[in-house]
């Protein structure tokens, strides 16, 4: 090993403690919801095939029985009308013994998740899907952020990663994780960057970054020329690989040595998505026994 | 003068003639909506004894007249609860005389802008006051624009100023004008950052933009480096001179003759919100024919 590359280490910002003790807490908390008059409960809505969807649904529905959650899987089938899908979340959100409601994606054609999740109650919305969560949000009220969104500034916190003052740079502009990562970021004062597929020069703008959080979806897009050394870097990617793994949109190998930080995947942003899309539906819960 | 001088001239980017032209379509709409059984009207709440706003709701009670828009300024006074507002909010929101309600700042003691605008329902929100309208709007689905952020991303497509790809840095993060300018910039493909009292090494940001939005509210907070030769700046300040004038937060002397164009203080952003807040108020109206 040479000097240079002894100087600098990265660490592994790892999820799975973080998330075990969000779930540890939701656990407390769900047990003593009974006394309190109701039973914790999550609806995820499904209306996909897909199975990667099936299987993430199942991971949640462990971990929320792992917790005292009891979670409905509603699957609509792969050939469920719009109306039908808004009608179930109508349902949903009226029916009082439910808590949170998740509408996963993908959706089956013209369908979107937009659209629809604005038939989520927004006191039920714990994955952040409707449109005026997202709105409260970024207008500093009270309401639930996307999940995924909210566990990337949970990681940075817990790793005491310090964002006032500092450069962030988001890459993607989903509805579901960008976006409101962007707004997160912005509330803990940092000074934001958004960059997507019409950025020019995307190296340019990511190596400014001392955060930089990468939701795409692409499996490669940041390397080693996308990283200032001491960057602490979030990758939510999540794709599949052919013999059945995950793997990010950061090439680990190149950015090791580089960055001060990186999230590992798996095990990096996504346990803790699924223990915050728990603790929501029990902040939901309590609300309701108020 | 030298030929370095020379080489480069800044443009005036002026809002008057975009403005005159977004009315005369509003009269045109608004002298058709009687048959269609409807007389446009705009509300404008108040609840301050501050003399520029008193100004500022003359003038667009005013431009409304003029465009053939009846506005009811209801004055609560500067005493007004927050429940009083909420309630007039309430009140107008659910009469079908109304069609466009805006609530003026600034509002009484610990009164929201934020909170109190969730009662203005969205149809009616022509000013993109509540969450909702901004959650919708950096959705992507159909709402109401804050009308002064609406005004940048309009005055820039009036003057053929291309936003595709490139970058953009806003100056100010606040939720009426910052953070939508930045979803609607961002929605015009350009590459987007938010800078703000925390930002360090501001002009180090402000340089890279290829078009710049300033909207702080701090006379001279923008000179010459802070922009990089052959940028757009959007001047949205509007500060009160002590003779009765309104200077920018960009000094426009400074950044004359480097910056390709700059809007003017006044006659650049003001004219065009006013305007665009007549063009909603008609726009509801219409659809409150349908």
Redesign the interface.
């Known amino acids: 090993m040479t000097l240079a590359s002894a100087e600098r280490t990265t660490a592994v910002l790892s999820g799975t403690a973080l998330a075990k003790d969000i779930r540890a807490r939701v656990s407390t908390t769900a047990a003593e919801l009974p006394a309190a008059g109701t039973e914790p409960r999550l609806a995820v809505v499904v209306a996909t095939d897909d199975e990667s969807t099936a299987w993430y649904v199942r991971s949640i529905a462990k971990a929320a029985a792992g917790t005292g959650i009891r979670c409905d899987v509603v699957d609509l089938g792969a050939s469920a009308t719009p109306e039908r899908i808004r009608g179930e979340l109508g349902t949903l959100s009226e029916d009082p013994a439910v808590h949170g409601i998740v509408l996963q994606t993908p959706l089956p054609g013209a369908a979107s998740l ?2 629809l999740a ?1 038939a989520i109650t927004p006191e039920k919305d714990v994955d952040g899907a ?12 009270p309401a639930f952020a996307p999940a995924t969104a909210a566990a990337v500034a949970e990681l940075l916190e817990h790793h005491e990663i310090l964002l ?3 450069r962030a740079v988001v890459v993607g ?1 989903s ?1 579901v994780v960008g ?1 409101p990562a962007a707004q997160l970021l ?1 509330r803990r ?8 597929r ?3 020069d995307l190296a340019a ?1 990511t190596r400014q970054a001392e955060v930089l959080v990468v939701a795409v979806g692409k499996v490669g897009l940041i390397g080693a020329e996308h990283v200032s050394p001491g960057a602490v870097v979030i990758d939510v990617g999540t794709n599949p690989t052919e013999d059945g793994g995950l793997v990010g949109d950061v090439d680990a190998d190149a950015v090791t040595g580089l960055a001060a930080g990186l999230t590992p995947v798996p095990g990096g942003v996504g346990p803790v998505t699924t223990a915050l899309l728990l603790r929501h539906t029990v902040e939901s819960a309590w609300r309701s026994t108020a």
Not at 130 to 141: D, E, F, I, K, M
């Open positions: 937009e659209d604005t409707n449109p005026v969560s997202l709105g409260r949000l970024s207008a500093g009220l006032s003052g500092r502009r509805n976006r912005l004062d940092a000074t934001v960057t958004v960059c997507h019409y950025t020019r703008h």
